[in-house]
């Protein structure tokens, strides 16, 4: 694993009277995130929340779609 993939404490948000939150400056700058980025916010567990690009979900869902056949092709070749 890389230095720049290893997770890491980066700071505290504080959820504001309109349920808002900042994302600390230097998560900002670690992301290279930009005036009106659009972030998915996600569920993982019943407290937990993750915060990723949208266009990171877009990469991830376009490589995917790439290689469903192959997915395909490999789950019925598998036995059940």
């Known amino acids: 694993m890389n230095k720049s993939s290893q997770k890491k404490f980066i700071g505290i ?3 504001g009277e309109k349920g808002q939150i900042v994302i600390p ?3 900002r700058t670690a ?6 980025e659009k972030l998915i916010v996600m569920s993982t567990h019943n407290d937990t ?5 949208a266009s990171r979900l877009e990469a991830m869902a376009s490589h995917l779609t790439k290689h469903l ?5 490999l789950i019925k070749k598998t036995p059940k």
């Open 13 to 15: 948000a504080t959820v």
């Open 25 to 27: 400056a230097e998560a």
């Open 31 to 36: 992301m290279k995130l930009a005036k009106g």
């Open 49 to 53: 929340l993750m915060i990723m690009k």
């Open 69 to 73: 056949e192959s997915a395909r092709k």
